[in-house]
């Protein structure tokens, strides 16, 4: 059985840990490694090893640092199907939405590799007579980063590139469900001409998170995972003096207008509720339909019988299997628990047949009508292919409703009336807003963020803002005297 190791100061080593777990093909069930907890000296030998490159990687120049992210880009783009094979095989969702995880990681690639601009300071001349104020965007030491099993690519590549360009050292706890991927990709890092210890990976669960919260010598921790968790590392973290970014859990909603394109607005809402098996966290799992829009509920549920539910690696697959037998079976008590609360089950998915794959965690698209708050399937995020509808008179009331759920992560609204979509922008309580786009994940140009519970933190985790996140701005101060000029009294005052 294959292990997955450990990177510590430019080597890949075996874990000395007594505790595994497998990462699990999650069509077939079929064991594809281990994966160790790491021990703390282990996590200490990492933080260690950043802790020294630091020192020279600092001052290593602006150029040199952004041409090695040149390379990688170029690296990703040569291994791109490779990496997409690994993922769908430890993660499930299919080999075109793995390359999409993979490319949107790219993207952020190709932005680290023109940070140069992104990284200058500002510079005031003549603040006071003969004085200027300038600033300086300094990286801040060894930065850490904790990944979520959703996009094993895209999301460990938010936090490294731009860390590292930035002129950062690196620790990161890839999650423990499909560390496989991730791990590929920090082997073309090194290709890519990464010195030993500027990147350094410790694999595990709460434990290995705690120690990375704790340590003193990590100075910030960008984290993206559950709410529950997230809200745990932001305060454990902080107590420490850490900078901490935490993109967390959703609950994200549609409204659909009954002058929306009908078949545009229904297919985009099946990819978004339904695609990697509603296993993003920026998923359409709640729908608000307004008014007329409440008839084409069985034209939806038509569409969304007809996807194909498989392994990811089988051409056709719409649906492929969630992560874990027991996210499965949470899915499938929320599905029972609706049922229970009074909600109308217009498609049930539950325990669908997917020859050659008898053995995987599968649900199928499912569909309720008729969904509350106060439900536990309204309330809480399923991580599932459920779709909850909800019905409004007016967009008044469809705003309000969007806006009365704690989650602030992703929203979408379909219309033909600009002065709709426009009043949505405007009133809706989100961080990233779709106007006929289900899933609009920034583009690096832009940076990922969120708000209520979906956000702990000021900056975005990719993008312009995060260089603030990963860079200390020094603000200087100075004036200088030429040679000829004869020298005044002490100045023992405050002003300049
Ligand atoms: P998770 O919170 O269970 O795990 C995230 C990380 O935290 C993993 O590395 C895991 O090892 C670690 N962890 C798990 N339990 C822990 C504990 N008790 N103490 C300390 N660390 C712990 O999340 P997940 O199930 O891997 O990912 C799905 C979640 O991530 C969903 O809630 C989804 O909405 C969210 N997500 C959010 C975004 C975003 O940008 N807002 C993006 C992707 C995923």
Redesign the pocket.
Known sequence: MSTVKLLINGEFVESSTTEWRDVINPATQEVLARVPMATAAEISAAVSSARNAFKTWRKTPIGARARIFLKYQQLIRENMKELAALLTAEQGKTLADAEGDIFRGLEVVEHAANIGSLQMGEIANNVASGVDTYTLQQPIGVCAG??????PAM?PLWMFPMAIACGNTFVL?????DPMVTMRLVELALRAGIPPGVLNVVH???????AI?DHPDIKAVS????????T??YHRASQTGKRVQC????KNHAIVLPDANKEQALNNLLGAAFGAAG????ALPVTVLVGEANDWIPELVEKARGLKISGGAEPGTDIGPL?SCA?KERVESFIAGGIEGGAKLELDGRRPEVPGYEGGNFVGPTIFSGVKPGMAIYDQ?I?GPVLCLVRAATLDEAIAFINGNPNG?GTAIFTQSGAAARKFQEEVEA?QIGINVPIPVPVPLFS?T?SGA??LGDLG?YGKQVILFYTQTKTITARWFDDSSVAGPVNTTISL
């Open positions: 904790i990944t979520p099993f959703n996009f999301i706890k890839p999650s423990e469900q595990g669960g709460e434990d290995v998170v705690n919260c984290f993206v995972g559950s709410t529950r968790v997230g745990h590392v993109m967390m859990g959703a296993q993003r966290c920026m992560i996210a995020e991580f992560n961080g990922f969120g979906s956000k985790p």
